[in-house]
């Protein structure tokens, strides 16, 4: 390490990634800061890949390592609104990234706020979403924190990441160097040369999981008032549990995959592939669920206020009280989404069959839509189509 005149304490946000990989080595080396690497797990994380995180996280030189493990939290207040609300960004994407991110930055400041550290770093680009998300969360944290961004102030290719790091004795693995991924417990997103184009898919070793599952297979996903408890009747110690379960099973079959089209914080459009089964497969269930147990105007607020929801949570505004108020909106709308939902898994694609529900509103015995009515009359019909006709056939007569 090069002789610098002051050291300071910097806690780095650390996946174990290449631009982090880069942050350690880089502000150790150029800069003389002494560096603490924080990994907050989110769900993404074996506890062989912690292992080895630390192992190369210290190899390159930062004072210390810790992980932290926030899955439970981050599910509980954050995930379960998003199956509320059934959010997908764009229709789309079950926005792995854009929930976990905050989650990973608030808990950083909250470290280098407990350990006095002098700022704090994280290996976002210039031209992505996340720098917006941690600066915000860090600027936040109720400490002046000196905010040290080494990728998105020096504008590095990722080849000048893998080029640097080899130049100090560390080969980075070639599908590594190609793909920027993203793992968590709502799912995996993948980012490469693929995805910086408007017409090109990610090739299928991209992928996560590779599509070994050939024979169609039948699951019931359960829910207790809004949230995810199990399938096939299993029983799980949480939904976060259960989640990891479901992933497991489903991401063989290749379900939950696409590519996402959005806009950034900043204005740009962007685009990365992701990978998360059970995410998508949840977030469908749920919505088939909720068209089965909720009113109309039920449905139709939660659509608004969650799509609403999902946009401030991406933008990175997750810390805005006007959050707290929608959740409270969003569980409360939950005390009748109780049941099963069926669904058929095929290779690349699922099949949602129906639902079975005590809080079922299709079998209410009142009629059998487009055969027999039993709770109204024909003159009744007619009575409330002419009075429902009233407003329209006053304007007709003011205005003709």
């Known amino acids: 390490m090069k002789n610098h005149p002051k050291m300071k304490k910097i806690v780095l946000a650390y996946s174990g990634g290449l631009d982090t990989s880069f942050c350690v080595k880089y502000l150790t080396e150029e800069k003389g800061y002494e560096i603490h690497a924080l ?21 390159l030189g930062a004072t210390t390592y810790k992980r932290v493990d926030v899955t439970e939290a981050y599910y509980q207040e954050c995930l379960r609104y998003l199956v509320y609300g059934n959010c997908l960004r764009y229709q789309t994407y079950p926005m792995s990234v854009s929930a976990e991110r905050m989650f990973q930055a608030m808990s950083t400041a909250r470290y280098a706020v407990e350990i006095d550290a002098d700022g704090v770093a994280h290996g976002s680009t210039g031209a992505g979403n996340d720098q917006v998300r941690f600066d915000l969360a860090f600027e936040l944290s109720g400490k ?4 040290i961004t080494p990728i998105r102030d020096l504008q590095l290719s990722r080849q000048e990441e893998v080029d640097y790091l080899a130049k100090h004795g560390l080969i980075w693995p070639e599908k590594k160097g190609t793909y920027s991924i ?8 993948v980012g490469g040369a693929e995805t910086l184009t408007s017409h090109q898919s990610l090739p299928e070793d991209a992928w996560p999981v590779p599509v070994t599952e050939t024979e169609a297979r039948t699951i019931d996903l359960n829910f207790k008032e809004g949230q995810f408890t199990g399938f096939d009747g299993q029983t799980f110690d949480s939904p976060v549990a259960a989640i990891k379960a479901l992933e497991e099973l ?5 379900v939950g995959r696409d590519i996402h089209v959005g806009d950034t914080i900043i204005g740009i459009k962007g685009r990365v592939g992701f990978a998360a089964a059970a995410a998508v497969l949840i977030l469908k269930a749920h919505h ?16 608004q206020l969650s799509n ?6 991406h933008e990175g505004q997750f810390l805005d009280p006007v959050m707290r ?11 009748t989404v109780n049941g099963s939902v069926h669904i058929t898994l095929h290779p690349h694609r699922f099949e949602l069959n129906g639902i079975t529900s005590p ?4 079998g209410a015995g009142f009629g059998a839509y487009g055969e027999m009515n039993k709770g109204w009359s024909g003159d009744d019909v007619k009575g409330f189509t002419k009075i429902l006709s009233v407003p329209g056939r006053i304007r007709n007569a003011v205005n003709e």
Do not use: C
Not at 250 to 254: C, S, T, V, Y
Not at 308 to 313: E, I, N, R
Not at 359 to 362: A, C, F, M, Q
């Open 39 to 59: 990994t907050v797990d989110t769900g993404g994380f074996s506890d062989e890949e912690i292992v080895e995180m630390e192992a190369r996280a210290l190899s």
């Open 144 to 147: 002046e924190l000196e905010i």
């Open 182 to 189: 993203n793992a968590g417990l709502w799912g995996t997103s």
């Open 250 to 254: 489903a991401a063989p079959f290749g």
């Open 288 to 303: 088939l669920l909720e068209k089965h147990t909720l009113g109309k105007w039920q449905l139709f607020w939660k659509e």
């Open 308 to 313: 609403w929801y999902g946009m401030m949570l």
């Open 325 to 335: 108020d929608v959740e409270a909106f969003l569980e409360s709308s939950q005390g």
């Open 359 to 362: 809080n079922d509103l299709l």
